[in-house]
């Protein structure tokens, strides 16, 4: 993935130096270059000069340990790497390791720092990841982290489940900013493709990768929606930042269900809707409020649960007016049916994740929507099936429903709908 962008970063930079040696030097001084690759270079040569052992008596005659001699050599080491030389061939493969490091680096940190840190091994000590945070230029709270962690804990060595736990933290920290601190989290995955192929624009792609990463699922969610459904390939700052936004409601939301207010247990629980405006649907969402059920102690087949539910939830007197003599049927709708309009791979995922694999439970609610003469109508139905299957009305698949219901009941309605 990404392979026509890694190849014009190592591009950008090669061509910068055409000749048969390349100082070190001159790339710490071109200002030009990212800050992560000149990292990477200087980390490449001290590592060099560390496998000279300056530091360690060939005879055992010599003292190393002294203060005069520590600052002589730590005088040479800088001497030494001042003064370094790539060869052609040793700069593009320099080049190239540096670039596939930084793109994965970039785009999936927790990732790269495990395989980074660790290589195969279950533990790691202080020293090397000290060697390591070397050629970690674009998110130095991560080594800066571990290092915190390890010296409050008077530990020498870092197993794979205590990073986990760490990086999850920092992770979660740094999420917990959205979406204010958008722009200064992001900044290095946007440098990373304005120098690659220039703009200010990022693949959908690699922002799916990065937040999966950071294990955001909302987030993640919302950009393979804005992808797979709206046809977004790529992103500028503006449109993560309304994206990101949205996704802080979602969040929000789920919250609030969680929070309910003190008042005598009930089985159900009336609630209140709200209308949302979603920055990727034509439409305005009204969204539930508070529901929540308690646990049966009876055993009920599950088609009572519902009907009962639906009529709990009712206020009184629309439970009495059902009562009354009956209305006058309103006409059938002459639209087209939603099974035309999506695609049977998205079908298939409502399926899933709106009606939990229940195919008779789609085919029902499909039947309602099909038979619904408004959207109006259309949309209280899609409340209820959410309420019922307890689904987010935000997430990726109930807002591909409704934008499915929505496109049958528009005047150029009937345009396929795919995932």
Do not use: C
């Amino acid at each position: 993935m990404f392979e026509k962008e890694i190849s014009s970063y190592a591009f950008n930079i090669t061509r910068r130096y055409t000749g048969d040696r390349v100082s070190l030097s001159s790339l710490m001084t071109d200002v030009e270059l990212p800050d992560s690759f000149r990292m990477f270079a200087e980390a490449e040569v001290k590592e060099i000069i560390d496998k000279e052992d300056l530091e360690k008596s060939k005879t055992g005659k010599f003292d190393f340990s002294r203060p005069e001699i520590k600052s002589l050599l730590k005088e040479i080491r800088h001497v030494l790497k001042n003064s370094f030389e790539f060869s052609r061939e040793e700069f593009l493969e320099m080049t190239d390791r540096a670039t596939k490091f930084i793109f994965n680096y970039v785009i999936r940190p927790r990732w790269t720092l495990e395989k980074f840190l660790f290589k195969g091994e279950t533990e790691v000590n202080k020293e090397n990841i000290e060697k390591a945070s070397r050629f970690l230029a674009d998110y130095p709270y991560y080594p800066k982290g571990i290092l915190e962690y390890l010296d409050f804990n008077k530990r020498e060595l870092l197993d794979v489940e205590s990073w986990k736990q760490l990086h999850a933290k920092i992770d979660e920290h740094l999420l917990s900013a959205l979406p204010s601190k958008a722009p200064s989290l992001t900044s290095a995955i946007f440098d990373l493709f304005a120098f690659s192929i220039g703009g200010d624009r990022v693949p959908t792609d690699a922002l799916i990768l990065y937040f999966r990463d950071k294990s955001a699922p909302e987030a993640v969610d919302r950009l393979e929606f804005a992808k797979e459904l709206k046809n977004i390939q790529s992103l500028d700052r503006a449109t993560l930042s309304l994206i990101l936004e949205a996704t802080s409601r979602d969040v929000d939301q789920k919250i609030a269900v969680l929070k309910t207010p003190e008042e005598p247990p009930k089985e159900f629980r009336t609630f209140e809707r709200q209308t949302v405006t979603n920055p990727f649907t034509p439409h305005e969402v009204e969204v539930p409020g508070i529901k929540d059920e308690v646990e049966e102690k009876e055993s009920v087949p599950q088609p009572v649960q519902v009907e009962r539910a639906k009529a709990e939830a009712k206020p009184m007197d629309k439970q009495l007016s059902e009562t009354a003599e009956p209305a006058p049927k309103e006409p059938k709708s002459t639209a087209p049916s939603i099974r035309t309009i999506m695609s049977e791979k998205l079908e298939s995922k409502i399926v899933k994740k709106i009606f939990h694999g229940s195919r008779s439970g789609y085919q029902i609610a499909i039947h309602k929507l099909d038979e619904s003469p408004s959207w109006e109508k259309a949309s209280k139905i899609l409340e209820g099936i959410f309420i019922d299957n307890e689904v987010d009305p935000f997430s990726k698949y109930a807002v591909a429903l409704t934008d499915v219901v929505s496109a049958k009941f528009r005047p150029a309605g009937g345009t396929r709908i795919r995932l």
